[in-house]
C-alpha cells in the first residue's frame, strides 16, 4: 500500500490503466474468429468487505466474444462508493474471461466469470493503489428481445469481498 498525494501521478497512472484497457478493446475488434456480437454492459449493485460498511457498486464493461465455445474477453471499469461516507471513493479496472455454460440461442443462458485488475482507493486526505484484486462469479443472463437483456450476477473477490448487480445488456444483433 502506497500513499500518495492527490494530484497529476495519480491521474497519470489511472490513464495509463484506462490506456491500456483500451488497446486491450481495439485488439479484441480484430479478433476474425468471432462467433457473435459484441455486448454493452452496464451494472449496479452492492459490494461488501468484511469489517468495512457496505458499498454501492455501478460500472460498465464490453463484452467481446471470439471462437465458437462461448468464450469472451470483457474489460470492465467498476466504481465503489459508501454512501455515508462523502469522500470515501473506489475505482477498479478489471480484465474479464467469460464462458457462456449453454447455448446463446436460449432466452436465458448461464456464463461463469473470472477477472483480476487494479484496485485505487480515494479518501478526503489520501490515495493508495491497492493490490491487484482477483474474483469469479455466476450470471444469469435473461434476454428482453433480440438486443437488449438483464442479467443478475453474484461475485466473490480477494479482499475478501462479495458484490452482488444486476447488469443490463445491449447487442447489435443476437
Known amino acids: 500500500m502506497t500513499n500518495t498525494k492527490t494530484g497529476n501521478g495519480s491521474r497519470l497512472k489511472l490513464a495509463k490503466a484506462a490506456g491500456v484497457l483500451f488497446l486491450v478493446v481495439l485488439a479484441n475488434l480484430h479478433l476474425e474468429a468471432q462467433s457473435r456480437p459484441a455486448e454493452l454492459r452496464f451494472h449496479l449493485g452492492r459490494a461488501a468487505f468484511p ?3 457496505e458499498h454501492l457498486s455501478a460500472g ?5 466474444y471470439f471462437g465458437k465455445r462461448g468464450w469472451a474477453l470483457e474489460p470492465e471499469y467498476s466504481f465503489m462508493t459508501v454512501m455515508s461516507e462523502r469522500y470515501h471513493r473506489d475505482d477498479m479496472l478489471i480484465l474479464n474471461v467469460v464462458k457462456d455454460l449453454t447455448r446463446p440461442s436460449r432466452r436465458w443462458s448461464l ?4 477477472g483480476g485488475g487494479i484496485y485505487f482507493h480515494r479518501t ?3 490515495f493508495w493503489k491497492g493490490p491487484g484484486g482477483l474474483g469469479w462469479g455466476m450470471g444469469l443472463k435473461i434476454w428482453g428481445n433480440d438486443r437488449f437483456y438483464i442479467s443478475p450476477q453474484f461475485r466473490i473477490g480477494h479482499s475478501p469481498s462479495f458484490r452482488f448487480s444486476v447488469n443490463l445488456g445491449f447487442a447489435p444483433r443476437r
Open 51 to 53: 469489517k468495512a460498511s
Open 60 to 64: 460498465a464493461s464490453y463484452r467481446h
Open 111 to 114: 456464463d461463469m466469470i473470472m
Open 124 to 126: 478526503k486526505r489520501r
